[in-house]
């Protein structure tokens, strides 16, 4: 009988530079328990719990019967293009082309494509840390070297602007911002973004400026760096429509950026992706168009939501949180039990019932601390509280 020779999967060594985002992992872990019949509270997982808006379904629907099902631009339809850029020019108060915009299949490939088309291996990028893991797994993945700017709990998780300027450098090619924050909530101030571009000077030093929860700041206004005299060349904005308007599956964000750059990462869209679905476009400038009452009443009840957990931790043995200023995330200090990030929350999954993430999952500086997701109902969160009460009082 012939036998088939077993050959070794010979990956690129690129590969074991490639990280991951663990809040799916987690997802999955839990799910499984799930399926076991045990009662999980999700925590874990980083998007809205509200349905995508009727009106953004219906213009998606029509979009499909009227055949908006064929390839369109790897830059996204101009039609898109167009309201994308009107949006940023009036709420970052810059002058914004279509040909400044690319839109992609959601936030991550902008982040992707910027760290490839401008690092060279060798080259610095900072990044924020704690912070959304893809950063840290791009940078590295390029073989570019990655420099944290850590996040300072005493500065409500914003970034100390003197040690940021300390750690820019001639091989400084790129500075990852991202306000409001993944996943402290913290919210650069208007003066954290003036001294950063101050810090910045006229060094021809690149920024990735991640502003994905832009729409979702309980405090005070939003602030972005690309609206600095002299940063809108320097600055790449990221946004998108996953998490204002409650359309992660839909996968749509989009880029806005100087146009000799946007062209080359078209394409990297033309290489990659070919282009973003079509239908989901026409959705998306339903989004932007039409009305913006469920942002704001999603916003609103996130706001409402971060308070009872807030407030519900604080009073926890072990746990002391500060008021996050946007996003939909709480991240307490849990430094005072005595456990490690990770196996804290290990075991509040396994035996409390209770999926959220350990700091470590966004960085070496997240030791510490968990994240808890608020994308869950007021019922469900005091649920949770009493569960990891009832944890501590037979662990602490």
């Known amino acids: 009988m012939h036998r088939t020779a077993r050959h070794d999967l010979q990956l690129a060594k690129r590969m074991t530079r490639l990280g991951t985002e663990t809040a799916f992992e987690v997802l999955v872990k839990a799910k499984a328990l799930e399926a076991q019949g045990r009662d999980i509270i999700h925590l874990e997982i980083g998007e809205p719990d509200f349905d995508t808006p009727a009106n953004i379904i219906e213009a998606g629907c029509d979009a499909l019967h009227r055949s908006f099902t064929h390839y369109g631009p790897s830059a996204g339809l101009m039609e898109l293009r167009e309201v994308i850029a009107q949006y940023v020019s009036e709420t970052r108060r810059v002058n914004v082309t279509p040909d400044e915009v690319v839109v992609v299949p959601g936030g991550k490939p902008i982040i992707f494509f910027s760290v490839l088309a401008l690092a060279e291996e060798g080259d610095e990028i900072i990044y924020p840390n704690p912070g959304f893991p893809i950063y840290e797994s791009m ?26 300027a300390s750690l820019i450098n001639d091989r400084t090619k790129l500075i ?33 400026s991640d502003e994905i929860y832009s729409r979702l700041i309980f405090e005070g206004e939003h602030h972005s760096i690309m609206s600095v005299d002299g940063m809108k060349e ?8 996953s998490k204002t308007y409650a359309m992660t599956g839909w996968r749509m964000g989009y880029g806005v950026m100087r146009a000799d750059l946007a062209a080359h990462i078209s394409r990297l869209m033309t290489n990659s992706n070919s282009c973003t679905a079509s239908f989901t476009q026409i959705a998306g400038i339903e989004a932007l168009r039409g009305p913006q009452d469920v942002v704001d009443t999603m916003r609103t009840e996130f706001q409402k939501r971060r308070d009872v957990m807030v407030a519900g931790l604080n009073k926890i043995k072990g746990f002391s949180c500060r008021l996050p200023k946007g996003a939909f995330y709480v991240f307490p200090n849990i430094t005072k039990t ?52 009832d944890w501590t009082k037979k662990n602490l």
């Open 234 to 241: 320097r600055t790449i904005l990221l946004d998108g429509f």
């Open 338 to 389: 005595g456990w490690p990030s990770k196996k804290l929350a290990d075991s509040l999954l396994d035996d409390a019932g209770v999926a959220a993430l350990s700091g470590t999952a966004f960085g070496d500086f997240g030791e510490g601390y968990l994240r808890f997701s608020v994308a869950n109902s007021i019922e469900n969160i005091r649920e949770a509280l009493d569960r990891v009460s």
């Open 139 to 164: 940078i590295n993945y390029v073989g570019a070297k990655a420099v944290p700017i850590r996040l300072r709990e005493e500065l409500d998780f914003r970034l100390d602007v003197d040690e940021l």
């Open 176 to 208: 990852i911002l991202n306000s409001p924050q993944n996943p402290t909530g913290g919210v650069l101030t208007k003066d954290d973004i003036a001294a950063i571009a101050r810090a910045i000077g006229d060094r021809n030093i690149m920024v990735l």
